[in-house]
């Protein structure tokens, strides 16, 4: 490896992302990964039958898709495309149904039923103002937002455990829809903060759905890193 103005170490999303942003200032910048591909948590792989693909870690990638980062990239131009199912989101119950989160917040709400509006109070703030909540979510934390007036609403409810924040509904479908969703803290449901995982993640799903890339989650860092290699980078 010759010299080079930055060295990122790990080819995953986060590092790929850090890699272009420093390419696209200008500046001439190489990759270092330990393993046999890139992509850390969006790798792909046939696992059990030759031609069959298996996500090993991340799957399903609302803010991938709802990225202020990744959706001002070219990635389309090299080879990502997203696939947005009807139903985002299902939690079976016990009594063989089971609870829906439809992209669209309207038709989640009239399948919500008795728990409909508690479900539109708690997310269609967010879904309304989600360009500027991601825009200032998804960046450092230790600066002054951008979007102050967008942030407002989050306040105190994302301070909550999501089992506190769960009891606005009533419903088994509602609570289990949240809870499931919320579990992606992995944390317990008695933390603080963990309502912001159930919130930030709903409200992404519903402003812009709960894809799959083509092909698998490898898709996206193989689009990353082609468009890295475009900018010059290693």
Request: charged share 20%; net charge negative; proline share 7%.
């Amino acid at each position: 490896m010759g010299q080079v103005d930055a060295v990122v170490v790990g080819a995953g999303p986060n590092g790929l992302a850090a890699a272009i942003a420093i390419a696209r200032e200008g500046f001439s910048v190489t990759v270092l990964e330990a393993e046999d591909v890139i992509g850390g948590g969006t790798r792909t792989e046939e696992l059990t039958v030759p031609g069959v693909l298996h996500d090993i870690c991340s799957a399903i990638h609302p803010l991938g898709v709802g990225s202020p980062f990744l959706s001002e990239l070219p990635l389309d131009e090299h080879g990502l495309a997203w696939a947005h199912p009807e139903i985002g989101v299902a939690h079976p119950l016990d009594d063989g149904s089971a609870g829906v989160v439809m992209h669209s917040l309207d038709e989640t709400v009239r399948l919500l039923g008795e728990d409909g509006d508690a479900w539109r109070r708690s997310f269609a703030w967010g879904v309304e103002r989600f360009a500027p909540l991601m825009d200032d979510l998804l960046r450092p934390l230790l600066r002054i937002p951008r979007h102050p007036l967008a942030l407002a609403p989050v306040g105190l409810q994302a301070l909550l455990p999501a089992s506190v924040m769960a009891k606005r509904f009533r419903t088994e479908a509602g609570r289990a829809l949240f809870g499931g969703i919320a579990a992606h803290a992995i944390l317990p449901f008695e933390a603080p903060l963990t309502a912001a995982f159930g919130m930030m993640l709903t409200i992404a799903g519903h402003a812009a759905g709960w894809p799959v890339a083509v092909g698998g989650s490898r898709a996206i860092t193989d689009a990353m890193a082609s468009y890295l290699r475009s900018l010059g980078g290693e």
